[in-house]
Structures are given as C-alpha cells and as structure tokens.
C-alpha cells in the first residue's frame, strides 16, 4: 500500500467539535499490518487530550486508542498476523524498543517515551492519529491479536479500560482470599470489577452514590457503598488489601488511605488535572503504599485479552454512530452512559 488517505472524525482545536474529514495514513513498511477499524471506544483521555487539559495537544486531533479492527494487508516481511486476522490496537504504536523497560516487554515505561496512538509524534516525524478512523496503519509488533471468543464492539475497549485495570490488579497478585475495592463505576471501573471478580478477589465498589450499586452486584461485587455517606470511612477502616481508584476527580486520598489494611496499597489510574496532597502520616502509621499505574505492556495486554476472553469479559458498551461523538463526549462529562461509547466506524 502506498500512502494514501482515510475518512476520519478530528477537533481541529483545543475544544472544539469534532467534524468529518480525511487523514494520511502512511505507507505499508516491511513489518507494518493495514487494519481495516471496526470499532473505536470513547476514553475520558480522549475528551481531556482534545481539550488540551492535560498540555498542548497536536492539530487537527483523532483520537481514539481503543481500536478494534480486521487485518487488510500486510507488509513483506510480517510473520504474526494474515489477512482476516483479528486485531487491536492499544495506547502505543511504537517505543524505543531498546531500554529496559521495552526490553522487559513494560513498553508503556519506555525511559524514551512511549509514541502515542495519537496526538503524538511517530519515529518519522509525522503526528499520530488514532482509531476515530477507518484505517490505521501499525508494526505488527504493537498490534494485540483479539480471541475468538471476543466480539470485536466488546473487545474495543478493553485495549484501554481492560488493561488499565487488569494491570494493577495482576501485578499486586490479586486472587481468592484478597480484599479489593473499586473507586468509581465508570468506563475503567466496571472493568475493574469484573476482572477482579474473576480473579477471585471479594470486591467491593467505592462510589459516590448508590445509584449504580444494581448494576455493581450483578457486574460481580460483592459489597457496594456510598462515599458520600461518612460511615462509609468509618465502617471499612483497615479493611483492604489494595485499592484502585479509577477516578479522575480531586479525592480526598488520605481518607481512602484510611480504609487500607497494613501493607496495603492504594493504585491511582485515574488522572485528575490537579494534585492530591497526600499527609506522611496516612502512610507510615500502618506501612501503607500509594502508587500509580498506566496501561501495560503488550505482553501483558495480549494476556488481559486472552483473559477476559476464558472468562467471557467483555465490555459493558452503548454503539454510537460517528455523528453522535460529540454528543457523547458530552454525556460522558455527566456520567450519562453504561459504560463505554464505542463507535461503529462504518459510519465514519
């Protein structure tokens, strides 16, 4: 394939609507596999990396990062994927792929800088555009193969909210006899639940209200409280192994770090535009750890894949049109979807 351009749904500035257009897409290199995008989830990071909230973004933006799709072509010298394969494209399509952390296969750590999706800059200097698009061109090497098992509308989001959960999850060895709680049921949250669920953990859900505590029981937790209600921190002090807070609100964290057992450790995966001070105290008295957590590695996604796809995980998800992306984005500033927008790019 030689370069050449696709149809494609852009903000051409810092906040504005996105509007139908085209982009280029380069040209099919040795190791490269043309997709042929199925399904493109709708993440918070794309509202906030659209709205320059978290620094200056890259102009005209496609977003998207929760790509699903069918390989279309292949390079020459492509031995992991075939035409009709089914496919998915993360967070990253390429990093340094030299220091120890792209070694280790925990590419997302690139010491380097891992190349985004989108609103990034590629090795060839061009800018990056993601998955609001009817074809994206990636190295095969940061291509993640999709199950069988896996619809590819439910399979989309899991490129981002799947592994941004399983992540932590799998690296703090949750299992059977672990206390895990959930901040938040939304797009990362219900994931968190349901992945933690089926790794055999008793899961509760931290949420500001009880409104979802319906859909939480039935997505797999066990116990469902309100952080409005200040019994809540009463009632669950020192009650859990790891906390992960999928929430990108300013959180009063010392409290939550409260509700940690000694040795336990609060994750942050969400991220808030503004700092979260955190007291020494809340720590040191019981041994306590707050950390962070972004994505994972390839390795590690294809597992989360494979995963979700042996315990029939999928996505909670509401398909959208690509007309309605701006009207979504603006429900999922009000909390108003169940739980993840994924767009039907054959309508772009």
Not at 303 to 321: K, P
Request: charged content about 20%; hydrophobic content about 40%; aromatic content about 6%.
């Amino acid at each position: 394939m030689t370069q050449t351009t696709v149809a494609a749904y852009a903000s051409p500035a810092p906040s504005a609507p996105l509007e139908r257009t085209t982009i280029p897409r380069r040209a099919l290199g040795e190791h490269d596999i043309l997709i042929d995008i199925k399904f493109a989830g709708i993440c918070h990071s794309d509202i906030h990396q659209v709205n320059a909230d978290w620094g200056v973004g890259t102009y005209p933006m496609v977003p998207g990062h929760e790509i699903a799709g069918v390989v279309a072509e292949v390079g020459t010298g492509v031995t992991k994927y075939a035409v009709g394969d089914r496919v998915g494209v993360g967070c990253f399509v390429d990093s340094c792929r030299e220091c120890d952390n792209c070694r280790a296969g925990q590419e997302q750590y690139c010491t380097s800088g891992m190349i985004g999706t989108y609103n990034s800059q590629g090795k060839d200097g061009r800018p990056t555009y993601g998955g609001y698009s009817t074809h994206i061109v990636v190295d095969e090497n940061y291509a993640l193969r999709i199950p069988e098992g896996l619809g590819l509308d439910v399979a989309a989001p899991l490129l981002c909210a799947g592994i941004t959960t399983y992540s932590p999850l799998a690296h703090w060895q949750v299992g059977p006899g672990k206390k895990v709680a959930i901040v938040g049921l939304g797009g990362l949250g219900h994931m968190g639940v349901k992945i933690a669920h089926a790794l055999g953990a008793e899961v509760t859900v931290l949420s500001q209200t009880l409104n979802k505590r319906e859909d939480g029981l039935r997505l797999g937790a066990d116990h469902y409280f309100a952080t409005s209600d200040p019994a809540t921190f009463e009632q669950l002090a020192g009650t859990f192994d790891l906390i992960v807070n999928t929430v990108s609100a300013d959180l009063d964290l010392n409290a939550y770090l409260g509700l940690l057992r000694t040795d336990g450790t609060l994750v942050q995966v969400g991220a808030p535009e503004q700092p979260m001070p955190v007291s020494p105290f809340a720590l040191i008295g019981q041994r306590k750890s707050l950390a962070g957590s972004m994505i994972g590695g390839i390795r590690e996604t294809q597992e989360m894949l494979d995963f979700c796809a042996e315990h029939g995980i999928g996505a909670d998800i509401e398909v959208i049109e690509a007309t309605a992306i701006n009207e979504a984005y603006a429900r999922v500033l009000k909390s108003d979807v169940r739980y993840r927008f994924v767009i039907d790019v054959a309508t772009i």
